[in-house]
């Protein structure tokens, strides 16, 4: 089975003028995102982010659940923060998957848009199961990842649809919704 690797793109994604920008971390990100990584057997959680404040606000978030009195309160929020890495850019993630797994990963982007390079969920779980390859699949913010980092993937996972032409969850759920549709235990016939 592939090693899957998580991204959270903060830069760079778009505002919704189209406008190249940075985002900002939020708590509940790094939280919640973490515990699904690590629910679903993800190695690593990276947040891409070259802003020193935000890493520095990261780490410290990380280090209270890790090493400060959040270890003693809930250790099994600091057992899912271990796996949060910030990073500078998605070169620095792509170098870390390279230097843990001695591979190139395949980069997975996801989008609230269908586009080119689309792959459906059951494809790609089977990919990920089967391939001996790292799998880095990236999440982006703002509005959504930029032309420049959606050109570095491999493939686009398809869009989550929801019955009505509403497509805006927050990041969090759409990381559950699809770690869950790639690595959860669902009855393998109802993916198609």
């Known amino acids: 089975m592939g090693e899957l690797f998580i991204g ?18 939020t708590n509940l990100d790094v939280h919640d995102i973490a515990r699904t990584a690590k629910t ?14 935000q890493k ?5 978030i990380v280090d209270h659940w890790i090493t400060g009195y959040g270890l003693t309160y809930n250790p099994d929020r600091g057992r899912a923060l271990s796996t ?33 390079k689309t792959v459906g969920y059951h494809r790609l779980r089977t990919m990920i199961q089967e391939d ?5 699949l990236l999440f982006g913010t703002g509005w959504g990842m930029t032309e ?26 759409a990381a559950a919704i699809v770690l869950d549709r790639l690595r959860g235990k669902a009855d393998e016939r109802s993916m198609s």
């Open 8 to 25: 959270l793109v903060h830069y760079p994604v778009t505002n919704k003028r189209g406008d190249v920008v940075a985002t900002a971390v």
């Open 40 to 53: 679903y057997g993800v190695s690593r959680y990276f947040i891409i982010n070259p802003m020193w404040s």
């Open 56 to 60: 520095r606000l990261v780490d410290r």
């Open 84 to 116: 949060v890495v910030v990073v500078e850019d998605l070169g620095e993630a792509i170098r870390s998957i390279v230097e843990m797994t001695k591979e190139e990963p395949t980069i997975v982007g996801t989008s609230a848009r269908k586009g080119r």
């Open 132 to 136: 001996n390859v790292p799998y880095l």
């Open 148 to 173: 420049q980092v959606k050109d570095l993937c491999t493939y686009m996972v398809e869009p989550i649809q929801g019955p009505g032409d509403y497509q805006h969850l927050s990041v969090r759920s």
